[in-house]
């Protein structure tokens, strides 16, 4: 079964990535405390946005029309040609703005304009961050997931090697150089393996902009975009709050739950995201997609189930083991944040087929509305119970979303 492989080389990944990323965290976490934690987050969500602009949020469109014009070479060049170039001229653009806004983006994130050479330094290296996701896009929709699965691998291991070095001779400007060096010395081991592929010429990446290849990829961009610019924001949003009502210290330990909660679902996000994206794509039929999505839930929400059941019984030991003892205080925090990656992972079930047939207008309404809810809900949560009301909004959000995706597509799935 697909699935099946596709989660085995996820694993593998993430795996890595996982190791690699908790290494990361634990010499972060030693190094800074729980303020740095709290601030490479912060990097992190603005590398996020960042990206998604400089590469004109068209990913996620060239997996989809990557994995449907699989057998017609001539779309193809169509498509690898425009999206090439759009990313080099949004890279281009992007980085000129963070190169003379910088310190304005500094004060914006860090509430200081010291680090505003490291945004100096993605303005620079911005256009290879951008090239090397457009390859990996390109690779996850030709469903190469063994090369995929190589270069994922070798990015973490040199992001690990980058921050470890960085980290221990600059500290937390050390960190944050490293998050932006890392990727974009990634792209050339993308390009060597692109390069390397029996359908690889470069008559796919020399042909003019096809508007029409624009016009469809447009609608992936409004999704990406408000994707880039929710999720993201609305978690800086939150880190300000907690940073101005309990202080920097309560937003790291809120961060580095997170990281926690990321790192574990990494292998499940990255599962849908290498299979289920081109999968749905390329179904036609109700039964087909209905089928496709009932095997994702036989297979994935047991795999949340007893991955959130193991984590929450071993707490203490995984915040002693990935953290210092300046971070017990994320143990309040375990319970309602799995229950919250519970409904999250079998609500992005449904969120896919939304993005595999473009659903724009549906997507772009549950985005916002649910990034607003979780901001209100975290302002309200966390005056009343403190720093576990941050989880307790993460919760109750994802569980209403959850509930509004079922009951959205519940013809889709119940109807016999």
């Known amino acids: 079964m697909r699935l099946i492989k596709t989660t085995v080389f996820s694993g593998i990944i993430t795996l890595i990535r996982i190791s690699s990323g908790f290494v990361a965290n634990k010499v972060v976490a030693i190094f800074t405390g729980p303020s740095g934690v709290a601030l490479i987050g912060a990097f992190s969500n603005f590398i996020s946005i960042v990206l998604t602009f400089a590469n004109g949020a068209i990913n996620t469109g060239v997996i989809k029309y990557t994995a449907e014009y699989e057998y017609d070479n001539e779309k193809l060049k169509s498509l690898f ?15 000129v703005i963070l190169l003379l806004f910088g310190s304005f983006f500094s004060t914006w994130i860090f509430v200081s304009h010291l680090y505003s050479n490291p945004i100096r330094v ?14 990996i896009s390109i690779l996850n929709g030709k469903k190469q997931i063994k090369t ?16 470890f070095t960085l980290v221990f001779y600059f500290k937390l400007e050390g960190a944050l150089y490293a998050l932006v060096l890392s990727q974009s ?9 692109i390069t390397k592929s029996d359908w690889f010429s470069l008559d796919y990446f020399k042909q003019n902009i096809n508007l029409d290849i624009v016009k469809k990829l447009s609608h992936y961009s409004l999704m990406a975009i408000v994707a880039a610019l929710t999720i993201p924001v609305s978690q800086i949003i939150l880190r300000n709050m907690l940073i101005s009502i309990l202080g920097i210290q309560s937003a790291g330990i809120w961060q580095g739950m997170m990281r926690i909660s990321d790192g574990y679902l990494m292998i499940l996000t990255t ?9 749905l794509a390329s179904l036609h039929t109700n039964k087909e997609l209905k089928d496709e999505i009932l095997q994702g ?19 203490f030991f995984i915040i002693r ?13 375990f319970l309602y944040q799995l229950l919250g990656d519970f409904f999250k992972m079998a609500s992005w079930i449904l969120t896919y087929l939304i993005v595999a047939k473009s659903m724009t207008k549906l997507f772009v309404i549950t985005e916002i509305g649910f990034s607003l809810g979780y901001i209100i809900l975290g302002y309200t949560c966390v005056h009343y119970f403190g720093i576990k009301g941050i989880s307790i909004a993460f919760a109750i959000n994802y569980f209403i979303y959850f509930v509004m995706m079922i009951t959205f597509f519940r013809k889709l799935l119940f109807k016999k």
Request: with cysteine; proline share 2%; charged share 5%.
């Open 271 to 279: 599962a849908l995201s290498t299979y289920y994206l081109p999968k």
């Open 148 to 163: 995929y699965t190589i270069v994922n691998t070798l990015g973490s291991i040199i992001g690990l090697g980058f921050t």
């Open 81 to 95: 040609s425009t999206s090439f170039r759009i990313s080099l001229y949004c890279s281009g653009i992007v980085g």
């Open 185 to 193: 010395i990634v792209f050339f081991i993308t390009l060597f393996f």
């Open 297 to 315: 839930y036989k297979l994935i929400l047991p795999a949340v189930f007893f991955s959130c059941l193991i984590i929450y019984l071993m707490r």
């Open 321 to 333: 083991l990935l953290y210092t003892s300046d971070f017990m205080a994320m143990e309040d925090l």
């Open 122 to 135: 993605l303005g620079v290296t911005i256009i290879l961050y951008s090239l090397n996701t457009l390859l």
